[in-house]
């Protein structure tokens, strides 16, 4: 069986020539599915180029990035732009939430950008909502909840149509030690429940939280492990 996501010697060059900037070099991953895989390292590592490149945003100057067995090179803009809305759910450390609509009106939104019917794209917010613990925040606008509770609002936005692979870029970045914890309880049961899971971070107390490590430096894969098993406190 193919891997879900398979990156072969894939190199990401900026400025080509004298001053380049080599962001991705010569990286080779797989990533199955149903897997919980955090991607670490430093600001300036590569990681957010790598994010990018899974989450379809950029491409590669060279290589190949195989997504379902295809190769992302020979789909057109709008194919990427479809991968983008249904087959993969963003989390960004920033919230990215529209300061005027309600947390359901948030959650709804790229769901309208996706022709969801009115009363689905209801219910399917309403939904996932209520799985992040939200049910008695629907009416509220992003000022009236705490980082953490805006956070939730942005997995809410990401799983709402059940996306098979969440994409998380630093989402605990933002945020205290009781929100993170609460934040990464809830991709763990996104991944419990058969979610692919690929999460970026600096923090290597939120990697060892995953089942996979990949540590990034210069552009290159320094360590790729299974993450140390946790103890209960």
Same mark, same amino acid.
């Given at each position: 069986?193919? !891997?879900?996501?398979?990156?072969?010697?894939? $190199?990401?060059? &900026?400025?080509?020539? =004298?001053? /380049? %900037?080599? !962001?991705?070099?010569?990286?080779?991953?797989?990533?199955? =599915?149903?897997?919980?895989?955090?991607?670490?390292g430093q600001s300036g590592?590569?990681? $957010? *180029?790598?994010?990018?490149?899974? #989450?379809?945003?950029?491409?590669? *100057?060279?290589? *190949?990035?195989?997504?379902?067995?295809?190769? %992302? !090179?020979?789909?057109?803009?709008? /194919?990427?732009?479809?991968?983008?809305?249904h087959e993969?759910?963003?989390?960004?450390?920033?919230?990215?939430?529209?300061?005027?609509? *309600?947390?359901?009106?948030? %959650?709804?939104?790229?769901?309208? &950008?996706?022709?969801?019917?009115?009363?689905? +794209?209801?219910?399917?917010? /309403?939904?996932?909502?209520?799985?992040?613990?939200?049910?008695?925040?629907?009416?509220? +606008?992003?000022?009236?909840?705490?980082? #953490?509770?805006?956070?939730?609002?942005?997995?809410? +936005?990401?799983?709402?149509?059940?996306?098979?692979?969440?994409?998380?870029?630093?989402?605990? #970045?933002?945020?205290?030690?009781?929100? $993170?914890?609460?934040?990464?309880?809830?991709?763990?049961?996104?991944?419990? /429940?058969?979610?692919?899971?690929?999460?970026?971070?600096?923090?290597? =107390?939120?990697?060892?939280?995953?089942?996979?490590?990949?540590?990034?430096?210069?552009?290159?894969?320094?360590?790729?492990?299974?993450?140390?098993?946790?103890?209960?406190?």
């Amino acid at each position: 069986m193919s !891997a879900l996501v398979e990156i072969r010697d894939v $190199s990401k060059v &900026y400025n080509p020539g =004298e001053n /380049e %900037v080599r !962001a991705l070099d010569h990286i080779s991953v797989s990533i199955d =599915e149903g897997e919980f895989v955090a991607i670490i390292g430093q600001s300036g590592s590569g990681k $957010s *180029t790598l994010m990018n490149m899974l #989450g379809c945003l950029d491409v590669p *100057t060279s290589g *190949t990035y195989m997504l379902h067995g295809q190769d %992302v !090179a020979d789909l057109d803009d709008d /194919e990427l732009s479809d991968i983008r809305n249904h087959e993969i759910g963003f989390i960004f450390q920033g919230f990215n939430l529209i300061p005027n609509l *309600t947390a359901l009106e948030n %959650v709804e939104l790229p769901l309208l &950008y996706r022709g969801v019917g009115r009363g689905k +794209r209801r219910e399917l917010s /309403e939904v996932a909502l209520e799985k992040v613990g939200l049910q008695n925040r629907m009416d509220h +606008r992003p000022a009236e909840m705490s980082g #953490g509770q805006q956070q939730r609002v942005a997995i809410a +936005r990401a799983i709402a149509q059940a996306p098979p692979i969440i994409l998380a870029d630093e989402p605990t #970045g933002n945020l205290d030690s009781k929100s $993170s914890k609460e934040i990464m309880g809830i991709l763990q049961q996104l991944h419990s /429940e058969g979610r692919t899971v690929i999460l970026i971070t600096h923090d290597n =107390e939120i990697a060892a939280q995953a089942k996979r490590i990949i540590k990034i430096k210069d552009g290159r894969i320094e360590t790729d492990s299974a993450a140390p098993v946790q103890q209960e406190a």
